[in-house]
T-cell receptor
């Protein structure tokens, strides 16, 4: 089946930028998402991008999409301790059947 | 707003027992989903529903059944639990409108252990 891959861990210092990377294999992906999961909670949509875009910015978050390489990244500027969480990359063809990566655990050190 | 509520939050089952996980949403969403989350594997779709009275298989449907008798509820059943079904189960819902389908709202999860 189609895969979504991301590294499992990332550690940064407070105030630095974080970059979480994701690769996917489905060339028919239409929607690409970043979800955040805090301890003991469900997933919360952070942002998404359509496959016909190459960048989306939302306050401290910047999503970059390289459709040719099937590479998605999430940059968090001025990372804070409250950003510590697991970040999931996901993709979907039609918005109904999302395929998730394993999640990247972001640890922000003071 | 409650959003998406899952019941129960924790459960321990013995192998062979059955149980039903309940998901309720109060956002009048058309689409509802059941996922399982396992360490190092992300979320995998078990079953989903695109409207009241409809269900469809996802990526890992074996060993599970679902029902969507009411629009606001989506039930996930395990007829004969197996240790391989130990996982965290998440329910989600989305509007089903093409413009808004991109956002799915998740419940807090049900941690199920089968011994």
């Amino acid at each position: 089946g189609e895969d979504v891959e991301q590294s499992l861990f990332l550690s940064v210092r407070e105030g630095d930028s974080s970059v979480i990377n994701c690769t996917y294999t489905d060339s028919s992906s239409t929607y690409l998402y970043w979800y955040k999961q805090e301890p003991g909670a469900g997933l919360q949509l952070l942002t998404y991008i359509f496959s016909n875009m190459d960048m989306k910015q939302d306050q401290r978050l910047t999503v970059l999409l390289n459709k040719k390489d099937k590479h998605l990244s999430l940059r968090i500027a001025d990372t804070q301790t409250g950003d510590s969480a697991i970040y999931f990359c996901a993709e979907s063809r039609d918005g109904n059947d999302m395929r998730f990566g394993a999640g990247t655990r972001l640890t922000v050190k003071p | 707003n409650a959003g998406v509520t899952q019941t129960p939050k924790f459960r321990v089952l013995k192998t062979g027992q059955s149980m039903t996980l309940l998901c309720a949403q109060d956002m009048n969403h058309e689409y509802m989903y059941w996922y399982r989350q396992d360490p190092g594997m992300g979320l995998r779709l078990i079953h989903y529903s695109v409207g009241e009275g409809t269900t469809a298989k996802g990526e890992v449907p074996d060993g599970y059944n679902v029902s969507r008798l009411k629009k606001q509820n989506f039930l996930l059943g395990l007829e004969s639990a197996a240790p391989s079904q130990t996982s965290v189960y998440f329910c989600a819902s989305s509007r089903g409108d093409r413009r808004k389908r991109t956002e799915a709202f998740f419940g807090q999860g049900t941690r199920l252990t089968v011994v």
